[in-house]
């Protein structure tokens, strides 16, 4: 039994595999389905200051090993999600983290702090790569600038360990990923969805209501692999990999790639159970190859 | 209600119809099925399907069960599919002996009559009829008639009549007036009479309009069952979103897939 402990700046889990934000609810949702505290880390639905009633529908299309979605942040703010769900969540025995937004920095700032209160939420993903929203979301994650002003921020005002999500929508995501490590982010995950669209040719439409949404699914895993092997390389701080994660195998390339931990998402809609089996089968791995523990092979691709 | 993964070993599997196929399934490994409300739906996992990802969201057409054994023997749950494009044209490759991984059971099903309100009608369009099978079993053993009013394009269309015509009255229109009445579920004479105390109603949108509309001018109490795209199921990836009046954005697959539709904010 290799040792699956996985360490991310200074949060510390069971296993390197956590759930993507808005592809597991708050964790409760999925508790009949999979053992929720054999998960690393179970990243919540994105929260943002004030209440969201997100885009219209449809917010979906299934495309070729993957979908798109336009979801729109919805939510019901940070203060429902103190008072009504943390209570719910906080004694799930894994690390529950809160996937954050906002349209402007001080928003961002203002329900970091809140959630920075919560004795047992240990970790924040700031999401500066929401491609479905008018404003903020992505705006920020788009620019060197922008990225670094929200992080910097929230960094004032938050002092656990704090993840910021990239968007891989841009020219080069390892110069974002040297940005918000200077602003103060403990750890980057990437990638977030890529933008696209589906058109319905019979009704000669644009399916989504919104036009466009974030691609995710298998699809989408080499080009998250590429980038994660590319801001492994560039940044100090760890990097959380994600982007198509379907089996161990794909995990494992992402670990390879450099990524210290990995978030699975999509896929829980597919097998409510994967994230388990795929820490499973990276034991099964370590062990087949000899390697003590999951850090060893961390980074290790020729 | 729990849910449950399961994989369901196929016993039956027969292409009612160019474009409907009826499969059934028992637990593989000889667990009693859970327990199901009608109305409430199974995400299928679809195999073998390059082109297709996701599980697709499949009502819960009819579920039987031995009750003299307190084993699974002859305990089965149906589902009839319409094909309707690359994941269902593959469910409808399976074949008896197969495996089906479902998730089950899912959502919030129709309301069951009361003594106060007795007189349902299970109003089915399509491949809409299908939960209403399940629910006119469920009101015949709780010692409440149903009575169904099916509709579709031709008599094809019109599905396992005698499943149906074993648990009430049933009325049926055509569009092609091949069998039943000559139009639309709406334009059926029943409706001259009509003293129902709610209609349940499962087809496709302009037809569950029709009949809200319908209902909402003899004020009748009306349920519909959506079927909005989605991804997850459960309530986790907010995809599925129905707008309504007290509660905004809900989710279809949580919520739903029944709902009032003095919950809902449809121009009817």
Not at chain 2, 191 to 216: E, T
Request: proline share 5%; charged share 20%; hydrophobic share 40%.
């Amino acid at each position: 039994m290799a040792d699956l402990r996985t360490n991310i700046a200074g949060l510390q889990m069971q296993n390197p595999v956590m759930t993507a934000s808005g592809t597991f609810g708050y964790g409760i949702e999925y508790a009949d389905l999979v053992d929720i505290e054999k998960i690393g880390g179970i990243i919540v639905k994105g929260t943002t200051l004030q209440p969201r009633q997100g885009n219209a529908y449809p917010r979906m299309a299934e495309t070729p090993h993957g979908m798109l979605n336009c979801v729109g942040l919805q939510n019901k703010g940070v203060d429902y999600f103190c008072k009504n769900i943390y209570p719910q969540i906080k004694d799930i025995d894994t690390n529950m983290i809160v996937n954050v937004s906002g349209n402007t920095p001080e928003d961002y700032a203002e329900c970091a702090a809140r959630v920075n209160e919560l004795e047992k939420i240990p970790a924040i993903e700031l999401n500066i790569s929401c491609p479905n929203v008018k404003h903020g979301g992505m705006a920020f994650g788009t620019t060197c600038e922008g990225a670094a002003s929200v992080v910097s921020a929230v960094r004032k005002v938050y002092d656990k360990t704090l993840i910021v999500k990239l968007s891989p929508n841009v020219t080069s995501v390892s110069d974002i990923a040297l940005a918000v490590q200077d602003a103060g982010a403990d750890a980057v995950s990437l990638i977030n969805t890529l933008m696209g669209m589906a058109i319905d040719a019979e009704r000669r439409k644009r399916v989504l209501s919104i036009g466009t949404g974030g691609m995710s699914g298998p699809a989408v895993k080499p080009v998250a692999l590429r980038m994660v092997y590319e801001v492994a390389h560039a940044v100090k701080v760890p990097v959380i990999g994600l982007g198509g994660i379907s089996c161990a195998t794909d995990a494992i390339e992402f670990l390879l790639a450099g990524a210290s931990a990995v978030q699975i998402g999509t896929h829980n809609f597919v097998d409510p159970a994967i994230t388990v089996k795929v820490a499973q089968g990276i034991n099964e791995y370590l062990d087949r190859h000899g390697f003590a523990s999951v850090a060893d092979i961390v980074g290790t691709v020729e | 209600m729990k849910k449950h993964i399961i994989d369901l070993r196929i016993t039956f599997a027969d292409r009612l119809h160019p474009r409907y196929v009826l499969i059934k399934g028992t637990p593989a490994d000889g667990s009693r099925l859970p327990e199901m409300l009608p109305g409430q739906f199974a995400q299928l996992k679809v195999e073998g399907s390059p082109e297709t990802y996701l599980r697709r969201p499949i009502s819960i057409h009819d579920v039987t069960s031995d009750t003299v054994t307190s084993t699974n023997k002859g305990e089965e749950v149906s589902f009839l599919i319409a094909l309707a494009g690359k994941g269902t044209r593959q469910l409808a490759t399976l074949k008896v002996g197969d495996t089906l991984n479902c998730i089950i059971p899912l959502g919030r099903g129709f309301s069951m009559p009361t003594t106060d309100a007795p007189r349902i009608l299970l109003c089915g369009g399509g491949v809409g009829i299908a939960p209403l099978l399940l629910m006119g079993r469920r009101m015949k053993e709780a010692g409440f008639e149903p009575t169904f009013l099916l509709g579709g394009r031709s008599a094809g269309d019109i599905l396992r009549l005698s499943e149906y015509e074993a648990l009430g009255k049933v009325y049926v229109t055509t569009e092609d007036g091949s069998m039943g009445e000559q139009g639309f579920v709406t334009q059926h004479s029943l409706w001259d009479n009509a003293a129902f105390d709610r209609i349940a109603v499962c087809g496709p949108m302009p037809m569950m309009k029709a009949v809200a509309r319908l209902a909402k001018e003899k004020a009748i109490d009306c349920e519909v069952s959506l079927e909005n795209l989605m991804a997850c199921g459960i309530g986790a990836c907010l995809c599925c979103v129905e707008d309504t009046k007290e509660k905004g954005h809900v989710c279809v697959c949580k919520e739903g897939p029944v709902f009032n539709i003095n919950e809902l904010k449809w121009q009817i």
